[in-house]
Structure formats: structure tokens, C-alpha cells
């Protein structure tokens, strides 16, 4: 992690940055798996933190095939991920609607009810 106002690390240190963020986003995975998204919202934090870790130019850098390695595999998890989310966000809008549907027959009834006993 690169604390505000350091500067990026330099030569291994890219890699130990690219390592870390790897093992975020598979931390990632395994937290959207289980449904914990503010989990998956602080590590995504945690991987932006150590991105300014990494070199800007990857082809001037020693490690930049472990580097890239790591983050082509990270951006794989990052795919997964997102259609968990897509998923979850699916299933939550269907419930919304479910509900809302449930609302609106209970509005009807009630309102059903009230001329019902105002007719009586």
C-alpha cells in the first residue's frame, strides 16, 4: 500500500504491488461469491491504493512479464466478479419488482375494503 504524498516504489516493489492486487481481486471473488459486496467494495479500495505502486511504462520495467501476468489474471477475476454483480443486481431488481407488485395489490385491496365499507 502506498500511503498519500509517498512515492511509488520502485523495481520489485512493482511486482510485490501487482502480486498484492492479484491477491485482492481473489479476495475479490470470494467475497461476491458469498454475497459480502462491501467487502468487495473496500479490497477494490485497497487494489487502487496499490496500482500507484506500479510502473507507468511496464516495458521499460525488469518484472513487467510477472507484472502483466498478474494483472491479466486480475482482470479475469475482476470479469467474474462483475457478473456476480450483474447477477446480484438482477435479483434485486426482480425482488423490487416482486414487492412493489405485492404493495400495489395490497393498495387495491385496502382500497377495495374501504368502498366496500362505506357501502354497507
Same mark, same amino acid.
Given at each position: 500500500?502506498? &500511503? &498519500? #504524498? ?7 516493489? =512493482? ?6 492486487? %492479484?491477491? %485482492? ?6 467475497? =461476491? &461469491? ?7 467494495? /473496500?479490497?477494490?479500495? $485497497? ?10 511504462? $511496464?516495458?521499460? +520495467? ?6 502483466? +501476468?498478474?494483472? !491479466? ?5 475482476? /470479469? ?7 447477477? &446480484? @443486481? !438482477?435479483? %434485486? #431488481?426482480?425482488?423490487? @419488482? ?16 374501504? %368502498?366496500?365499507? #362505506? !357501502? #354497507?
Amino acid at each position: 500500500m502506498v &500511503e &498519500e #504524498g509517498s512515492q511509488p516504489p520502485e523495481g520489485g516493489d =512493482a511486482q510485490r504491488s501487482a502480486q498484492r492486487i %492479484l491477491e %485482492l481481486s481473489r479476495q475479490m471473488a470470494r467475497c =461476491a &461469491e458469498r454475497g459480502e459486496w462491501e467487502a468487495v467494495t /473496500e479490497r477494490d479500495r $485497497l487494489r487502487l491504493q496499490c496500482a500507484q505502486a506500479l510502473p507507468e511504462r $511496464l516495458d521499460q +520495467h525488469p518484472g513487467a512479464a510477472a507484472i502483466r +501476468h498478474a494483472l !491479466d489474471e486480475s482482470l479475469a477475476l475482476d /470479469e467474474r466478479v462483475r457478473a456476480m454483480m450483474q447477477a &446480484e @443486481r !438482477d435479483r %434485486l #431488481g426482480r425482488a423490487w @419488482r416482486e414487492e412493489r407488485r405485492g404493495q400495489q395489490a395490497h393498495d387495491t385491496y385496502q382500497a377495495y375494503q374501504r %368502498l366496500s365499507d #362505506g !357501502d #354497507g
